[in-house]
């Protein structure tokens, strides 16, 4: 049943992430756990922070269309992969789950991480939902950006 915060999901990660990117995972399975998780894997599978969090944006906007979601939300799926991409160079873990007891944080309900960073208030913004916005409260970790030569 995948109707809660911690909803049970494909136990192996493959499996999870292809049924999250051929759009045949429920719905109510697309929890927010689940969207840390396809972003912790979307970075193992790339090369750089870049990639992956170009397959976490196109994945997760091709995901609500097929859910009929209108939730797509840059600031916050930009600041999760900057925060899941710093824990896994600064913690790194071998496994989903051993990633997932590291970093409990970033799935908390009752202290929502992203409330560190930024207020309320402007995570509500029309602005930050279109587009990236910097926090108002804390700097997010820096990232270090690749540079393609040509």
Known sequence: M???FRAPLPQEDEEFLQMFEQCSL??????????VRMAWLQMQRSASYEEALERIRNGIMAFNASVQSVGYHETITVAFARLIFHRRETQPAECWQKFLELHEDLVSKETPILNVY????????A???A???EPDR???????VVVAEK
Do not use: D, I, M
């Not at 429920?26 to 969207?35: D, L, P």
């Not at 930024?118 to 913004?125: F, N, Q, R």
């Not at 804390?138 to 270090?144: F, G, I, K, N, T």
């Open 127 to 129: 602005e930050a939902r």
């Open 131 to 133: 587009s990236f916005v």
């Open 26 to 35: 429920s719905g109510k399975c697309w929890t927010h756990v689940a969207h």
């Open 138 to 144: 804390q700097p997010l970790p820096e990232v270090a």
């Open 2 to 4: 995948c109707n809660s």
């Open 118 to 125: 930024y207020s309320p208030e402007l995570l509500a913004t």
